[in-house]
């Protein structure tokens, strides 16, 4: 008898006392592994989760968080070939194993590089800008996002045990939450190797990850208002935990990816001879065969234009001819096992069901030649492509979650997105095309009922990653029968998992809360220039006040030479008098912009290393020959880098004129050393 899976719960392993059940190899029907929770303490496994690994997550700032999962990566991809030797027994051929594994690790990688280049090096996150809730700007409104004092709970599909675990993983993480994550048992012992590398590793904090492989009955039950569940799975078992009462009544959030009938789109333009037909059957057939079709993303309904749909189901035909299925160690086989025989009889079950309104055009679903391997042991199938008769109902309602396809066929643009709808809602879709007409009517139909949408053609094609790959910077989820849930999208499923909460307050309150300088709170200006301030000296609210220049009209007409900038408004008098706007000769907004720097900038060498880049900047009033500016400027939020001996400085500037009235507004960014001078 083979070893039992263990769980990871309370900062140490757990192993069943019962036998548990088998794990079969999906090629050969060997056992893998058993698995069984039978005895584990579910609700010491929340309570660890909130009162040990939450907290110690939150107290890191978000730098400090993506830099943990660029180690986890790291760490990961150091030694994969135990792993890919592993989800061979999961049925997945080197290239399946590559999507799941490298495809994971990838997505960690992303969500660090994410987590230090567009989070703050702090605990809070704001959202947007300063609401101004009175007449004199005493009184005003920011939204924040927080951390949330809760667990996130992910319960995953059996097709993707590494990247279904790691792409939940990382944005909780990085949103300060400890994961507790349950594998689906069928190729839980591949996750289960992971994340025991991730534990022994030591490099993330204790109670952070905990793994309950075996049955989550009565995990729900533990769980309240700050918790979250990630569910990927079937619609029948979503259903059944939107009807839980933690999620009815105990604030539990819920998100869902379920069963999706995605569909690709043939555009009317293309001709048999055009490079999109190629792209277009080797799409289909790709989404056919990777993960033997076992992919939440994969083309269950193949929409043609009716012209040219005999040639579709030819070339598609011909292509799915060359396809050898088999075990996937061997390095001949293009196509592997499903995950399990019980996973086969279901596709053959849904296979029947389609036969209602469609027949098959190519394979037979209880017959396949494999290629070093068992047909009565290992789970193979044969690729189905089947072909709708006009009105088929079935395509639109039944997935075949492994290697099947149906075409159906329009004979119009509105009769091509009124058929991709009848899916209810899906989590990719695709449109191969080279008209942007028809790329434009196609997709803008397909949005809402689709979370991603592939617009493929011959100039994008060397770089698409196909119709069926999530990508972590893109969201991951879709409408209606998809599920309505929504992860990755950048740093969107970071702030998925945290409060937004609007705060009312005045300046100096506001300041002090967010870490960030408000207008209108205190402004510290003392006798060091902020320029001649290390970073570790600088605070914020540190201001200088310039002193004044006045704009000439030779400093006008010199900036127009020099830079080639002749706009009449800048260059001739009678023109510009009679713009509107104006009423006069200008400066030009990068002179203004320029002749700032100058008043605020100290010149000798100091710990203001580089200023590399300007944001928000906006002209507010025109500045005219012989007005005289002054600016103010006031540092407003300081990051430094964990990675590096400096740190970046933004500084919020107003310029304004005699009067008092900005005529320019912007944020100045710098990098600014550490300390000064600098370490020997």
Known sequence: MSALLESYAGGSWFQAADEGKPLLDAATGEEVARISATGLDLSAMVEHARTVGGPAVRSLTFHQ??????????????????????????????????????????????????????????????????????????????????????????????????????EKLAPAFLAGLPTI???????????????????????????????????????????????????????????????????????????????????????????????????????????????????????????????????????????????????????????????????????????????????IVYGDPDHVDVVDGDTEAGAFMSPILLRATSGAG????VEAFGPVSTVITYDSVDEAIALAARGQGSLAGSLVTHDPAVARVITLGLAPWHGRILVLDRDDAPESTGHGSPLPMLVHGGPGRAGGGEELGGIRG????????????????????????????????????????????????????????????????????????????????????????????????????SLAAGLFVDPDPGPVLANFGVDNLRFLTPVKADDTIDVTLTVKQITPRNSADYGEVRWDAVVANAEGQPVATYDVLTLVAKTWPPAS
């Open 394 to 397: 079935e395509p639109h309602e």
């Open 181 to 359: 994550v349950k594998p689906a048992s069928q190729t839980a012992y591949l996750t289960e190797l992971v994340v025991r590398r991730i534990i022994e590793s030591g490099l993330m904090p204790e109670g952070s990850l905990q793994l309950l492989c075996g049955s989550p009955d009565g995990l729900l039950d533990q769980l309240g208002a700050q918790d979250s569940v990630a569910f990927t799975g079937s619609a029948s078992t979503g259903a059944t935990l939107r009807q839980h009462p933690s999620v009815l009544h105990g604030g539990v959030q819920l998100g869902i990816e379920a069963d999706s009938l995605n569909c690709s789109i043939l555009g009317p333009d293309v001709t048999t001879d055009a490079p999109e037909f190629d792209l277009y059957v080797k799409g289909v057939v790709a989404e056919m065969t990777v993960k033997a079709g076992q992919k939440c993303t994969a083309i269950r309904r193949t929409i043609v234009p009716s012209a040219i749909a005999d040639e579709v189901v030819a070339a598609i035909s011909a292509r799915l001819a060359k396809v050898t299925v088999g075990n996937p160690a061997n390095p001949d086989v293009r196509m592997g096992a499903l995950a399990s025989l019980a996973q086969r009889d279901e596709v053959r079950k849904a296979v029947q069901i389609l036969r209602s309104s469609a027949e």
């Open 65 to 166: 968080r993506a830099g943990i999962l660029k180690a986890v990566a790291k760490h990961l991809g150091e030694d994969k070939d135990p792993l890919y030797a592993l989800s061979a027994r999961t049925g997945a051929t080197l290239r399946d194993s590559q999507v799941d594994i490298d495809g994971g690790i990838g997505t960690v990688f992303s969500y660090a590089s994410k987590g230090t280049r567009e989070l703050p090096n702090d605990t809070v996150i704001l959202d947007g800008g300063t609401e101004q809730l009175g007449r004199t700007g005493v009184f005003l409104g920011q939204h924040l996002w927080t951390s949330r004092p809760g667990v996130a709970v992910q319960i995953n599909a059996f097709n993707f045990p590494v990247w279904g675990m790691l």
């Open 494 to 593: 970071v702030l998925h998992h945290m409060q937004r909460t609007a705060i009312q307050a005045s300046p100096d309150m506001l300041t002090a809360i967010t870490g960030q300088w408000i207008k209108g709170s205190e402004q510290l200006v003392d006798d060091v220039h902020p320029f001649r301030k290390s970073l570790a000296e600088l605070r914020i609210g540190d201001t200088i006040r310039s002193a004044s220049r006045t704009v000439t009209l030779d400093d006008i007409g010199h900036f127009a030479e020099f830079t080639g900038d002749t706009f009449y408004a800048h260059t001739d008098p009678e023109a510009a008098a009679a713009n509107p706007l104006f009423g006069g000769i200008v400066a030009h907004g990068y002179l203004v912009v």
